[in-house]
């Protein structure tokens, strides 16, 4: 019975991430051609605070205007806080039943019109999925690489050698720079 459920709740995953898949066309690049870009950290990665100041960084010296989601399913106990702004931060209770982020959530995103989105989280989860998925970024770069392609630019770790956020968008930044 639960493989039946989960095979149900597949299937409805999958028929959401056509229904709301960005049809923008994308590509690499240059950076002097972008202005807005998002970037998604996931709170449980100890260099997340790390990776955010990195970020900022990078896109303060490229002047790019930049807006970062977190992603924080943990179950938080009482008297726990959160440690990222409300607005930009997807928790548990942002998903709906089946893993899709609200509606407020992903408008937020694409409402921002990035030309540049970026992900240092390695780990997928269906909400993360859906929403590289849904954004309208034209550029994309990321860690691992989602079905369907999604990103542009993908960091290829090697000999297996698991990075932290923060030292992965230091290598993606790399990339980056050396695409101009």
Request: proline residues 2%; charged residues 25%.
């Amino acid at each position: 019975m639960s493989s039946l459920i989960d095979n149900a709740i597949s299937l409805i995953q999958r028929r959401s991430l056509r229904r709301y898949a960005s049809s923008a066309d994308t590509g690499i690049l240059p950076l002097s051609s972008i202005h807005n870009a998002i970037a998604f950290l996931d709170v449980e990665d100890t260099s997340f605070d790390l990776c955010k100041n990195r970020i900022l960084q990078f896109c303060r010296s490229h002047n790019i205007k930049v807006e970062i989601f977190f992603l924080d399913f943990r179950k938080l106990g009482e008297g726990e806080r959160l440690i990222t702004s409300i607005n930009t931060t997807i928790l548990r209770k942002d998903l709906n039943w089946f893993g899709r982020p609200s509606e407020e959530k992903i408008r937020l995103m694409n409402g921002m019109n990035p030309d540049l989105l970026i992900s240092a989280i390695r780990e997928k989860n269906f909400a993360y999925e859906f929403l590289v998925t849904a954004s309208n970024a034209r550029f994309k770069v990321g860690r691992k690489q989602l079905p369907g392609r999604i990103f542009d630019v993908v960091l290829l770790e090697k000999d297996n050698k698991v990075l932290n956020e923060a030292d992965a968008f230091a290598n993606l930044a790399k990339l980056m720079e050396r695409m101009q």
